[in-house]
Structures are given as C-alpha cells and as structure tokens.
C-alpha cells in the first residue's frame, strides 16, 4: 500500500529570500537613511531640472534696484549686491556641488576598487606596499594639498576632482580590502583556484562582484567630501572660477554681509549642510543594509 504525502507548503515568511531583500528589509528601517535618501533624489531632480524650477538666468543682473534686498515672494532667498535671484544662484551651485561630488566619487573607486582588490587577495609585500600608500595620503590634509595645488594651478574643475579623487580613494580601498580578504578564503574561491584559474580571473569574476555592497557604499560616503572639498576651496577663492555659481563661492562673498544681510550667507550654508548632511545619513544606511554580518530577521 502506497501512501502519498501532502506537499508541505511553505509560508511566504519563511521561503528563502535574495540577500538583497534582506538587505533593502534593513534600509527601509532607518528611517533616517529613508529621509536622507529622499532629500538626496530632490537635490539631484532639482540640480537636473534647474531651467524648469526658475527661468532667471543665475548670472544675469536683472535686479540691481533691489540689490541686497530680503527674502521676499518675488525673490524667495532674496537678491545678492550684484542684483542677481540668490534662490536661482541656490539651485544652479546645487549643479555645481553634485557634479563634482559624483565624478570625485566615480574617480575614486575607479582607483580604490583595483587596489584594495590586490591588497587583500595577495596580501603580503603587495598589502604592505598599498597599505603605506593609504598611510602617506591619509597623513597630509587634503585641503593643504588642495590649496597648494590650487595656487600652481589656479583653481578650476579639473584641480577639485584631481585632489577629491586623490584622496577619495582611501576609503574605498579600505573597504574593497577587507571585504576581498574575507572573501579570498571562502570555498566558491578556492574552487576556483584548484581549477586553475588565474589571480586576475578570481578577483574579477568573484571577488570584486561580491564586494560591490562596499563598492557601493565607498561611492556614496566619497560623495560629501568631494563636496566639502569644492566648498572649502571655492569659499577660499581658488575653486570654481565666478561667475559660476557655487555654495562656497556665495558663503565667501556673504561673509561680508552676514551682520545686515544675513540670507547671504544662511542660505548657501544650510544647503550645503543639508546636501552633505543627506548624504552622509544616506550612505550610513546603505552600509548598515548592505553589511554582511548583519542576519536578515
């Protein structure tokens, strides 16, 4: 006599989920991060839509008679001494602080991932040779070296996202490092390498895709401190060249005005703050979700 069994039905709750539904489980959570990451889509869609959200041109000195003038329904952050919209010159430097910030950023783990992948799947001379490396760029200021490059170089672009990128780098390699040494004794790894494939294959094929959670999260935390970087230099004068509207650039020139005419400098200095800020928050989630040590509940 045969018996058949019932199928056993598994509840949804308890079937086996991709990591990265655990993952984005975890993000949703911090509600910090969830704000963050908010503010962050609105700054970019505000930066990429500019010409839309205001008509004025951010250089045009289309209000010279009302010169310094306070916030007010026509001019939501008022008018700078050079009868210029601040709320246009706001959402124009917003260009400006993202873009630099993001290409710095792309720069930065296009440097750090191969790196921090050679350090921590050889090891060895290889790790210590890269690992003196970090300590010689995380000994010198990087707004020291911004400036003294600036000075050669007088400012611009290319001088921002050479310098960001320069020292951008370290942290992402840092992170790639660790996460490839905890990979490189793993079994899919040593698989690989009793099939004789070659170093370069293995940190290509299987180490760098699975560490592209710190991939992802080096990328986002190098996104603020390229912006501060542009910041600090534009408010120093050798960033940006004007009349290119950047928020360190307007901080600079509010400074001399903050005591009669706050908006000046409030409202390029909260901007940033916000941007960073967001940021920040928004990257600290994604490697709270992303961390590998953490189980899925």
């Known amino acids: ?59 045009a000195q289309s209000f010279l008679t009302e010169a310094l003038a306070f916030p007010s329904a026509q001019h939501w952050f008022g008018v700078d001494n050079l009868g210029r919209d601040f709320y246009t010159r706001i959402i124009y430097g917003s260009r400006v602080s993202l873009t630099i910030g993001f290409t710095a950023a792309l720069f930065s783990i296009l440097i750090g991932i191969p790196l921090g992948a050679l350090a921590g799947y050889f090891g060895g001379k290889t790790d210590w040779f890269i690992m003196r490396v970090i300590e010689l760029f995380s000994v010198v200021p990087p707004l020291l ?18 310098i960001a990128a320069l020292f951008g780098w370290v942290q992402v390699c840092l992170l790639v490092r660790a996460q490839v040494k905890a990979l490189r004794e793993k079994e899919f790894v040593r698989a690989a390498q009793a ?39 534009s408010f120093l004068g050798i960033g940006v060249p004007p009349p290119t509207p950047t928020w360190g650039q307007m901080i600079n020139e509010g400074i001399d005005f903050m005591f009669f005419y706050w908006h000046l400098a409030v409202f390029p200095t909260a901007a940033l703050a916000i941007t960073v800020l967001a940021t920040t928050l928004f990257g600290d989630g994604l490697r709270d979700a992303l961390d590998p040590t953490l189980k899925g509940r």
């Open 1 to 59: 006599m045969t018996v058949e069994l019932a199928p056993v039905v598994v509840p949804p709750a308890y079937r086996q989920r991709n990591p990265l539904w655990f993952a984005w489980q975890r993000f949703i959570g911090n509600k910090a991060a969830i704000v963050a990451g908010t503010i962050l889509l609105l700054l970019i869609l505000m930066a990429i839509f500019a010409p839309l959200i205001t008509p004025s041109n951010p250089d």
């Open 145 to 162: 070296a911004a400036m003294l490059l600036g000075a050669l170089t007088r400012g611009g672009y290319f001088t921002i996202l050479l």
């Open 195 to 233: 099939l004789g494939a070659s170093p370069w294959y293995i940190i290509r094929r299987h180490l760098i895709p699975n560490s592209i959670s710190s991939i992802i999260v080096g990328f986002v935390l190098a996104i603020p401190l390229a912006m501060m970087l542009e910041a600090s230099l």
